[in-house]
Nanobody
């Protein structure tokens, strides 16, 4: 069974930074693509970023390019989302996701974490 556990959410002022982490309890982590999604109140869940198993290929939503960075440490079974220059509109529950490829991540991943709340105050 694949388990994804996020951490690192919290309250931050606009312009500040946070780093989210997601630990994956699966032996195949190093060969899985990983991603982050978010869901703001009253809105649908949306894709944020994805990274291939090697870490050599990443994809981002246009709204976060240049501010959010996805990375991974296969030795620690962990994927990260570094969030800089945060805006109030980044406020959402952030979910970690896993699947075989970044394309499958973007189109609807198979595995999800429970989510971590990020709140950006103005």
């Amino acid at each position: 069974q694949v388990q994804l556990v996020e951490s690192g959410g919290g309250l931050v002022q606009a312009g500040g930074s946070l780093r989210l982490s997601c630990v994956v309890s699966v032996r195949a982590f190093s060969t899985s693509a990983m991603g982050w999604f978010r869901q703001a109140p009253g809105k649908e869940r949306e894709f944020v970023a994805a990274i291939a198993w090697s870490g050599g290929s990443t994809s981002y939503a246009d709204s976060v390019k240049g501010r959010l960075t996805i990375s991974r440490d296969n030795a620690k079974n962990t994927v990260y989302l570094q969030m800089n220059s945060l805006k109030p509109e980044d406020t959402a529950v952030y979910y970690c996701a896993a699947d075989r490829t970044t394309a499958q991540i973007i189109n609807g991943p198979q595995y999800w974490g429970q989510g971590t709340q990020v709140t950006v105050s103005s």
